[in-house]
T-cell receptor, first 111, second 113 residues
Framework: SAVISQKPSRDICQRGTSLTIQCQVDSQVTMMFWYRQQPGQSLTLIATANQGSEATYESGFVIDKFPISRPNLTFSTLTVSNMSPEDSSIYLC????????FGPGTRLTVL | KQEVTQIPAALSVPEGENLVLNCSFTDSAIYNLQWFRQDPGKGLTSLLLIQSSQREQTSGRLNASLDKSSGRSTLYIAASQPGDSATYLCAVKLGWGAQKLVFGQGTRLTINP
């Protein structure tokens, strides 16, 4: 079963800056997913990342704010751009598997 | 639009009790349902996965049931322990071609020694 790691595990950032979160999987996977969990809330899908094509974004999320890269079948990055305090959340990557598996998350605090 | 609801939002019980967590969903056309555990500030750990054709799944002290026609799932925890304290999330997958999971808000469980 896939083992997923994320970097950084947490970060505190200033308003207006950007942060890139990395997700590494120990096996090749077709689809990777990025979720956001705002404080006290459940998980919401940001986008689906396929290797070799542009990411597919869910309603309410746009590429300019959350650019995603998927250079190969084991790695993806999510950038949170021009951050505001409302972006303070846990960001989790996930892979399609039985069962669906999640990384440990990146806890982001924006001041 | 599929909506997933979990009741109660929080639950506190003494150690050793058996308990049931509830999950309901509005659209019965699901592919599968999954229960996760989340410890504070951490990622998600998968507990049980039930396919739409199944009625229940068991793992150790955990038993999850699925009644697709009524849009309900329950997670039964037997002989609860303080280490079971966490937030429990249910999520439905909408279809074979739909990769997205739709999550409930979670039940925050506290087991008191």
């Amino acid at each position: 079963s896939a083992v997923i790691s994320q970097k950084p595990s947490r970060d505190i950032c200033q308003r207006g800056t950007s942060l890139t979160i990395q997700c590494q999987v120990d096996s090749q996977v077709t689809m990777m997913f990025w979720y956001r969990q705002q404080p006290g809330q459940s998980l919401t899908l940001i986008a689906t990342a396929n290797q070799g094509s542009e990411a597919t974004y869910e309603s309410g999320f746009v590429i300019d704010k959350f650019p995603i890269s998927r250079p190969n079948l084991t790695f993806s990055t999510l950038t949170v751009s021009n951050m505001s305090p409302e972006d303070s959340s846990i960001y989790l990557c996930s892979v399609e598997a039985k069962p669906h598996r999640f990384g440990p998350g990146t806890r982001l605090t924006v001041l | 639009k599929q909506e997933v609801t979990q009741i109660p939002a929080a639950l506190s019980v003494p150690e050793g009790e058996n308990l049931v967590l509830n999950c309901s969903f509005t659209d019965s056309a699901i592919y599968n349902l999954q229960w996760f555990r989340q410890d504070p500030g951490k990622g998600l750990t998968s507990l049980l996965l039930i396919q739409s054709s199944q009625r229940e799944q068991t793992s150790g002290r955990l038993n999850a049931s699925l009644d697709k026609s009524s849009g309900r799932s329950t997670l039964y925890i037997a002989a609860s322990q303080p280490g079971d304290s966490a937030t429990y999330l249910c999520a439905v997958k909408l279809g074979w071609g739909a990769q997205k999971l739709v999550f409930g808000q979670g039940t925050r469980l506290t087991i008191n020694p």
